[in-house]
């Protein structure tokens, strides 16, 4: 299983990112897609997930400010961020369950500022 993630960069507070990631050597469709991040001296914590069925859950502080989607079609999964915050800040990981374990992605750094 290969996830690679993309789309980060440094935004000012109140702009958006689109991040995409990437996967391959799974059953995709099938499959629960998740990004995480983690901020520095900080713990991973899940941001939004979306399961086969198109599914989604998010994490409190991102709820109504970020969209996870995903194309079957690409393999590929989306983060659209909207309306920023410096806490928002972090390294964003891809992330699914597969062939008995969690496969993670290398992550992609966002970075916003006011």
């Known amino acids: 299983v290969n996830l690679v993630e993309s789309g980060g960069g440094s935004v000012q507070a109140g702009g958006s990112l689109r991040l995409s990631c990437e996967a391959s050597?799974?059953?995709?469709?099938?499959?629960?897609m998740n990004w995480f991040r983690q901020a520095p001296g900080n713990q991973r914590e899940m941001v939004a997930l979306?399961?086969?069925?198109?599914?989604?859950l998010y994490g409190e502080s991102v709820k109504d400010r970020f969209t996870i989607s995903r194309d079957n079609v690409r393999h590929t999964v989306f983060l659209q961020m909207n309306d920023l915050k410096p806490e928002d800040t972090a390294v964003y990981y891809c992330?699914?369950?597969?062939?008995?374990?969690?496969?993670w992605g290398p992550g992609t750094q966002v970075t916003v500022f006011s």
């Open positions: 979306i399961d086969k069925d198109q599914q989604t």
């Open positions: 050597g799974l059953d995709f469709e099938s499959s629960v």
């Open positions: 992330n699914t369950w597969s062939q008995g374990r969690d496969h």
